[in-house]
């Protein structure tokens, strides 16, 4: 992509809006509540809005296109379709225990629910998992989009990758959270919601266009064309190349979403993300009402309905158009990786034991090498069996790279010279630095408010809380770009799977932790406490023991688990009377009718996709 001055103007004027907007409407915010909650004035629309800009970005635009494009299709939108029927449940069941007690951030409740320990842990655990984890692959994802639009080119004499994009998004969004807090990132995700979206459609339309005029046999697809006309619409040649794709479930045995994950396994990274996860909890925290609140989280459920056809159609239609290009991104990796191989082979020392692996597109080209590399990486496990020690975590060899999807369709069909391109990368780059943004304000406030408060200065002024949260916000953005170039890695097997399987060491617990805290008013204090702490081990066995177990299905065992084990201690040592949660008493908390109505309808016509896709 190279944009004219046109599209540089609409993408510079883009983001200085954004960031102004975001400062302008947050200034004079100089006290906790404020900075960390928006002072609990969110309208119902400003919520909604924001839910969904703090959600979708890069994780979805490049890592769940990317899983459309391969062989998943669209059965990767459950992640968005089940997430409206969550939405729907956090609404009317959590939402409203989380604004009766007044708490800042979700730990916090269970200091009232349990004690100050099970609180700090998943303080920690959330810390841990913020910084390394979604911080760093949303920094990275972004950067990847930015590497596949620009690759080669400079800015300021500096050469655009994907350690240069990353710090570029990491800026951007560290400005404006820094000065303005939850404020200034809902009135951001205002604009920045609403350009994704638009976006989303602009890239959808322009897809099937380019479908509709594309002949037949350049297309590329696993299922035969048949008698398909090259004048066929761009809607028909979908349907037809894809039907392989366009359901919603999966073997069992599938390593990314097999339908048993739909069962249980699904739902527990949904009411963990939706319910509990703190930066996208704090905008609910900060509405209002209860019923303000509601209406907000039940018109994001709707919007959630619609995110498939922007993303996941894009990313099926990706591969059909431009699997050349997938291909020939992987080769680049795939070079260096056997750059490596040969070295070592070369040398005859392995020291770190390092193995390679390789996917079957890949090794459909590659037999012979493919047999080679096999026969190394099985003598390289013997001898570190033999010397006692673990093997080097493998390099990979693909066919494609799938997670280039939606950065092609953008760099090939949105035209320039119109301004239409820079729309669609501030669209994008807005859609990371509003989830960047979020997940900085939300670690700094657990940070501030359930650690630095705690146990570094319990007599801190609400300046002092302030100026750490912003202090904060700075040290993560630098700690998540360091990390971020990291993840350029085939071996994590797309950054949206990689999300999704390490928030499995923490999500099932938290989950099991807070159901039960709820459903059971009797469960001692050290139920809390030993629930948070059970789950990453018994996770962690489970990936080392049974690697062929898909994540989702980990995830449903280790939440069955933590259970059981609270249950049991609860029949043991159950509480005399059951535990009383402080009431808030500065805000509204009669439930809305009319968000209740509105999430039946969400929640019936997600049932109604289900059942046509399936």
């Not at 391969?70 to 029927?85: F, K, N, T």
């Not at 994907?162 to 404006?176: K, R």
């Amino acid at each position: 992509m190279h944009l004219s001055p046109l599209d540089i103007v609409v993408f510079v004027g883009f983001i200085v809006a954004v960031v102004s907007l975001g400062i302008y409407k947050s200034r004079h915010e100089e006290d906790s509540e404020a900075y960390f909650l928006a002072g609990r004035g969110l309208k119902w629309w400003l919520i909604g809005f924001s839910l969904i800009a703090a959600n979708i970005s890069t994780e979805q635009f490049v890592g769940m296109s990317g899983q459309a494009a391969d062989y998943v299709g669209l059965a990767i939108a459950s992640y968005e379709w089940m997430a409206a029927v969550t939405l729907v449940v956090v609404a009317f069941f959590f939402l409203p225990a989380f604004l009766r007690t007044g708490i800042y951030t979700i730990p916090e409740f269970l200091r009232h629910r349990y004690n100050e320990t099970s609180r700090s842990i998943m303080a920690g655990f959330t810390m841990i998992i913020y910084v390394g984890v979604t911080i760093a692959a949303v920094v990275y994802s972004g950067a990847l989009t930015i590497d596949t639009l620009f690759k080669g080119q400079e800015i300021l004499g500096v050469p655009i990758n994907v350690t240069t994009g990353g710090w570029i998004i990491g800026i951007i969004a560290a400005a404006y959270v820094t000065s303005g807090g939850l404020k200034a990132c809902a009135w951001a995700d205002l604009l920045q919601g609403s350009a994704l979206i638009v976006g989303g459609a602009v890239i959808m339309w322009l897809a099937f266009s380019a479908l509709g005029r594309a002949p037949v046999e350049s297309l590329a697809s696993t299922m035969p064309a048949g008698d398909l006309a090259d004048n066929a619409s761009g809607l028909t040649k979908f349907f037809a190349l894809n039907s392989d794709k366009l359901h919603m479930k999966l073997p069992r045995t599938d390593q990314i979403l097999p339908w048993t994950a739909l069962v249980v396994g699904l739902w527990i990274p949904n009411f963990y993300y939706w319910g509990l996860n703190q930066y996208i909890t704090q905008r609910t925290l900060g509405s209002r009402s209860l019923a303000e609140g509601q209406k907000g989280v039940v018109f994001a459920a709707a919007l959630k309905l619609l995110i498939p056809f922007v993303i996941v159609f894009p990313g099926i239609m990706a591969f059909n158009l431009f699997s050349t290009d997938m291909a020939a991104k992987a080769g680049e990796d795939n070079t260096k990786i056997l750059a490596q191989y040969e070295e070592l082979r070369a040398s005859g020392e392995n020291p770190g034991y390092m193995v390679f692996e390789f996917d079957a597109h890949w090794q459909a080209g590659n037999a012979e090498k493919a047999e080679e590399l096999a026969h190394f990486s099985e003598q390289t496990k013997a001898q570190a069996q033999v010397a006692n020690v673990q093997v080097t975590a493998a390099k990979k060899l693909v066919g494609y790279k799938y997670d280039t999807a939606f950065g092609l369709l953008i760099g090939k069909l949105v035209p320039s010279g119109v301004g239409l391109q820079g729309f669609i990368l501030a669209a994008i780059l807005g859609a990371v630095v509003s989830s960047l943004a979020a997940m900085l304000n939300s670690a700094s406030t657990i940070f501030t408010m359930d650690l630095y408060r705690q146990y570094v200065n319990r007599q801190a002024t609400q300046k002092n809380l302030v100026l750490v949260g912003r202090l904060c916000v700075a040290v993560f953005m630098v700690i998540g770009c360091l990390i971020a170039p990291l993840l350029d890695d085939p071996k994590f097997g797309g950054i949206f799977t990689y999300i999704q399987e390490f928030q499995g060491f923490i999500s099932p617990g938290i989950l099991a932790v807070f159901v039960f805290g709820f459903l059971v008013r009797k469960a001692p204090p050290i139920c809390g406490v030993i629930g948070l702490l059970i789950n990453p081990p018994v996770y962690g066995l489970m990936k080392v023991l049974l690697p062929n177990l898909a994540f989702l299905d980990r995830m449903a065992v280790s939440f069955a688990g933590v259970l059981l084990i609270m249950g049991l201690i609860t029949l043991i040592m159950p509480l005399s009377k059951p535990v009383e949660l402080p009431v808030n008493t500065k805000i509204e908390l009669q439930s809305s009718r009319g968000a209740k109505a509105c999430g039946i309808a969400v929640v019936v016509t997600t049932l109604i996709l289900y059942a046509y896709f399936w």
